[in-house]
C-alpha cells in the first residue's frame, strides 16, 4: 500500500472506530451484550476493566484508540496507527477552515423587482397538475 493512501485509511479507520464503539456500548446497555460480535465483547470488557481505575472519558478514549489501531491494520495500514491530527485553531480562537463565497445564483438579475417573489413551477409538475385538473372536467361533464 502506497504511503499517500495512509491517510485516507486512517481516517476511515478512525471514523468507522468512533461509530462502532458508540454502537457497541449502546447495544451493551440495552442488554445486547451477547449479539455483540467477539472483538466487539472483548473491546467492552476491557473498557468496562479500565472503568474502575480511569474516568469514563478517558476509557473511552483508550478503547477508541484500540479499536482504531485494530481496523488500521485491518483496512491496510502499515505500521503503527499514526495519531490523529488535533485541530489547530486560529488567533481568533475559532478552527482554521477556508472559507468559501456564496455562488450567484444563475438567472438572478440586480434589475428584478425585489418586492415580487420568486417562484419556480418545475415543467413536469405543472403538465402533472394541468392534466389532472383536464382529466377532472372531462369526466364530469361525461357524468352528466
Not at 447495544?27 to 449479539?35: E, I, N, P, V
Not at 466487539?40 to 476491557?46: D, R, V
Not at 418586492?115 to 377532472?136: D, G, K, Q, Y
Amino acid at each position: 500500500m502506497s504511503p499517500s493512501s495512509s491517510p485516507g485509511i486512517a481516517r476511515k479507520a478512525r471514523t468507522k472506530a468512533e461509530a462502532d464503539f458508540a454502537t457497541w456500548l449502546m447495544m451493551a446497555k440495552l442488554g445486547g451484550f451477547d449479539d455483540l460480535p467477539a472483538n466487539a465483547q472483548s473491546f467492552l470488557t476491557s473498557y468496562r476493566s479500565r472503568l474502575e481505575t480511569m474516568s469514563e472519558a478517558e476509557s473511552t478514549a483508550l478503547a477508541v484508540r484500540e479499536v482504531y489501531s485494530a481496523y488500521y491494520s485491518e483496512m491496510g495500514g502499515v505500521g503503527a496507527a499514526p495519531e490523529p491530527k488535533a485541530h489547530t485553531p486560529t488567533s481568533e480562537g475559532k478552527a482554521a477552515r477556508p472559507q468559501r463565497r456564496p455562488q450567484p445564483q444563475p438567472g438572478l438579475s440586480a434589475a428584478r423587482d425585489s418586492t415580487r417573489p420568486l417562484i419556480r413551477i418545475s415543467l413536469p409538475a405543472l403538465l402533472i397538475f394541468a392534466s389532472m385538473v383536464a382529466a377532472i372536467v372531462a369526466f364530469g361533464f361525461l357524468a352528466l
